[in-house]
């Protein structure tokens, strides 16, 4: 095996049309995508406000007048004549990077599109009650006037509640809440046969509650969801702290800064994240709520990061490797959407300049462009380009694993900066498709509890090294190892990436068991499009599709070691 501080060497690579369709795609997306961009989210703003002014029972009204309208639908399919149900939803709208190939074969359609009100903010019970197509930009505008926030806030503002709860959502708060999934107190589903349910963790439905988390809409039509809101300040007190060392190192520090190892809950932050810039240097925020007389107190320092002429926020984080350790103060609010104007750092080889001071102050105001977007305006070829040259990924990792993982990606993709961010994982009543090591509460590692293992996300999005230098790279190749290893290590892939899964390797990954019983249960066999062929990458025939309905075998279980 190549040393971890080696990259794997590669040729280099000749230039083709592609690459220079790539390099100059900054063009359309100045004088095309931003100016489009910036009148939608103008547009979504406008209904955002016109439904905030509604008052709670007309929208509920109008919330299940839509509901029955689903029903009606799914009532007029002929399961005989009419393909797999799905959303209406154009296959270039979802925020993921994984290829929406299944709504190319015959479908029937079901359009949710209406769904996308808060229905009510519930003080007294503290839960929010929302349809799935209300994003976090949305939650957070009504929530954080009232000093109150969702327990888990997705950073990008177009990431839907519909899709994070049937998919995967995290935030820096999730090493005490969980995922997104995890702060949800009841979800409404339409089931394959109409029926409009309301399920629990602790109701007749329950198994469907543990169900919907990770099965990508394949068990029903999510039509709202209530979701734990907690008090929030407003301000966030964020420390940066810079971290030298190896991977290893670096890892352990990151384990440090929000998993004390003498277990003081005292010590443990409201909210953590890291940024590895390099294999020999990361930057650690930890974050704790803070009030508005704080904050403003006479040699506190205020930074409003949300502000259109601001430097990008990881590279603004990346200072305290040249400062030095520092504290600042930033609203709430604008921290939970921090990484939202540059998307991380992918800004950077959207628009190589974007982050210069002159394009921020002149043009920062229409950032970012709608990822849906540049999906809709990228053709063939470059998302071809994209898949081979590129990689968007997460890897969920046990914590004691993250500086293994780390080597791992120098070594195979060597992507830089990466994002880590940690998240609870419980032990639930039922083994659902993610679920902790077996036996994680008799080793007492660090950041484990005796109810939960806690995971980390390792966020992988950039170029890699090999194609900024201009040398071979097989992203296909790449990811599947980087799947294998997930495999081997009991980890796991959001299946909102580009997946080069086989059905075997998917349930080796996932567990089938709880997933199954629910599918057959709730007569989702032969109605929705099972998770594997809904995730898998490429194009999903009729045929290939109708045959793995009709299957009736066992589920393709891990094999046994």
Known sequence: MADVHEPLVRRKRKKVLVDYLVQFRWILVIFVVLPISSLIYFNIFLGDMWSAMKSEKKRQKQHDENVQKVVKRLKQRNPKKDGLVCTARKPWIAVGMRNVDYKRARHFEVDLSSFRNILEIDKERMVAKVEPLVNMGQITRATCPMNLALAVVAELDDLTVGGLINGYGIEGSSHLYGLFSDTVVAMEVVLADGRVVR???????????????????????????????????????????????????IAQAYADSFAPRDGDPAKVPDFVEGMVYTESEGVMMTGVYASK??????????????????????????????????????????????????????????????????????????????????????GEAIRNYYHDNHVIQDMLVPLYKVGDALEFVHREMEVYPLWLCPHRLYKLPVKT????????????????????????????????????????????????????????????????????????????????????????????????????????????????????????LEPAYADEA
């Open 433 to 552: 498709m993610v679920y902790p090591e077996p036996g994680f509460e008799h080793q007492h590692r660090q950041g484990d509890t005796s109810y939960a293992q806690m995971f980390t996300d390792v966020g992988v999005y950039y170029a890699p090294g090999a194609v900024l230098r201009g040398e071979e790279f097989n992203g296909a190749e790449a990811v599947h190892r980087l799947e294998q290893w997930l495999i081997e290590n009991h980890s796991y892939q959001p299946q909102y990436a580009v997946s080069e899964l086989n059905e075997k390797d998917f349930w080796r990954m996932f567990d089938a068991s709880h997933y199954e019983h629910c599918r057959h249960k709730y007569g989702a066999v032969g109605t929705f499009m099972s998770v594997y062929y809904k995730s898998k990458k490429g194009r999903k025939t009729e045929k290939e599709v109708q045959e793995a309905e009709a299957a009736i």
């Open 199 to 249: 399920a629990t963790k602790d109701n007749e439905y329950s198994d469907l509650f543990y169900g919907i988390p990770w099965s990508q809409g394949t068990l029903g039509f999510l039509v709202s969801a209530e979701i734990k809101l907690i008090p929030i300040k407003e301000y966030m007190k964020l420390t940066y702290i810079p971290v030298k060392g190896s991977l290893k190192e």
């Open 293 to 378: 007389e704080e904050a403003k107190k006479k040699g506190n320092k205020i930074n409003c990061v949300g502000w259109w002429f601001k430097p990008w926020f990881y590279q603004h984080a990346q200072t305290a490797l040249k400062r030095g350790e520092f504290v600042e103060y930033i609203p709430t609010r604008e921290y939970y959407h921090r990484h939202t104007r540059c998307l991380y750092w992918e800004g950077k080889l959207i628009l190589p300049f974007g982050d210069q001071f002159w394009f921020r102050f002149l043009l920062g105001w229409l950032m970012p462009p709608k990822v849906s977007l540049l999906k809709a305006t990228q």
